[in-house]
């Protein structure tokens, strides 16, 4: 008998919570069932550590994980490749190395950045949202402070020296964090006063930052950025971006060499261009099996899935991420082991367990609220690191 072909498509947080729940169901038939997991990188990403090597805080390689670390000894096949097509009748997958095949497709294809359009964001802004995002970002800062340095004319200086952060949800938040403890260093090595010369802005579009976070958490980052001089700017949507800087929908110009975009993502290009039913912003539309209403064997996960909960969008956060690919693998195994003759557990239908959200600002201070309970400070911190050092996608075990 030909073996049950499952692909996961994507080796993100989503792509891997997926494949392992697989390989755990199907450990034992691996004489019936084949499970690939396809990806153009040979490394999962850390996403949620990107800011620390923007910020020059941690090396590269501490937020690559390399599949062949993730899956020794499972039953699950990595191919790296970039798939271009999906043939959804003919069920097959085309990338520029081969085509693959399948009986049940998890789409795991992430996110990308979104400029919601506005002008001159792709050309003259700074992404945050893929390794090479941050390695450029963090080569950027360095250069921009040495050449600073050598510069007299004050204009010029100023606008060099003027750091921007459009965003104020978790990602920008905790950039503003990274350069809080790196510029300094920096200005010391190049010869610049840091606290007479460099400028600092974090600047949102709403008239709040975290929104995600509970008043008293929230209020105490915003406490504490003010304390550490950072410019703050809220209800400041920014309209047009320049090589030299931005405009305001106020017509508040700011002048900078270093506008960081971490004002929201959207679904894959990708993603958002197969022939399968749309979401929203990118997002391909999933019921509550996250399952495409299209192919009762196509399923999407994490960040490209839309799915109303509770009339509110399922958020596109790692949490979000590895429980609706647990849902889908969950509602694959059910079908394969059916198809199979085997035992299986019928599938339940995707509920949301979220536990909360922690937010570093820089290496030793932090929010969080997570299970009713608030934290800042140094607790905060601790428990951040404490749940990425166990995060799913890193385990070498099951």
């Known amino acids: 008998m030909e073996k049950k072909r499952i692909v996961v498509l994507g080796g993100g947080y989503a792509g891997v919570h997926a494949a392992k729940a697989l390989h755990k169901a199907f450990k034992r038939h691996q004489d019936k069932v084949e499970i690939t997991l396809i990806d153009k990188n040979r490394h999962h990403i850390l996403m949620t550590e990107l800011h620390e090597v923007a910020g020059n805080r941690v090396p590269e390689s501490s937020v690559k994980i390399s599949f062949d670390r993730i899956f020794s000894g499972r039953m699950v096949n ?24 399948y009986d049940q497709l998890i789409i795991a294809t992430g996110a990308e950045t979104a400029d919601f359009n506005i002008p001159g964001v792709k050309e003259h802004a700074y992404y945050l949202w893929s ?45 503003v964090g990274e350069l809080l ?37 929230r209020a105490k980052a915003f406490a504490y950025l003010e304390k550490k001089g950072v410019e ?89 991420a590895e429980q609706t690919a647990k849902t889908a693998a969950n509602s694959i195994i059910y079908t394969v082991k059916s198809e199979l003759g085997l035992k299986a557990k019928e599938p339940q239908p995707f509920k949301s367990n979220f536990h909360g959200y922690m937010i570093s600002v820089g290496g030793t201070w932090a929010v969080s609220h997570t299970a009713g309970i608030a934290m800042s400070g140094f607790p905060a911190m601790a428990l951040k690191h404490l749940v990425n050092g166990a995060k799913p996608s890193v385990k070498t075990k099951i």
């Not at 010369?197 to 929104?211: D, H, P, T, Y």
């Open 78 to 101: 990595v191919v790296r490749d970039t798939i271009i097509d999906i043939d959804f009748k003919g069920q097959q997958l085309t990338g520029g190395v081969g085509s693959y095949p």
């Open 131 to 175: 390794l090479d995002d941050a390695v450029r970002l963090r080569s950027h800062i360095e250069s921009t402070v040495r050449e600073a340095a050598r510069v007299f004319d004050p204009v010029k200086r100023q606008q060099m020296l003027t750091f921007v952060v459009a965003g104020g949800g978790f990602t920008g938040v905790e950039m």
């Open 181 to 217: 403890e790196w510029l300094p260093i920096l200005c010391k090595e190049n010869g610049i006063d840091h606290k007479k010369e460099v400028r600092l802005i974090l600047a949102e579009a709403m008239g709040n930052i975290l929104s995600m976070l509970g008043e008293g958490p």
């Open 232 to 320: 703050v700017m809220l209800n400041s949507l920014i309209t047009q971006v320049n090589a030299d800087g931005f405009v305001t929908r106020h017509g508040v110009e700011i002048k900078t060499d270093t506008l960081v975009w971490t004002c929201g993502i959207r679904g894959t290009e990708f993603c958002e261009k197969l022939p399968i039913t749309d979401g929203k912003i990118g997002r391909k539309l999933v019921n509550e099996f996250m399952q495409s209403p299209d192919h009762e064997n196509v399923y999407v996960v994490g960040d490209g899935m839309w799915f109303l909960e509770d009339n509110r969008a399922v958020p596109q956060i790692v949490e979000a």
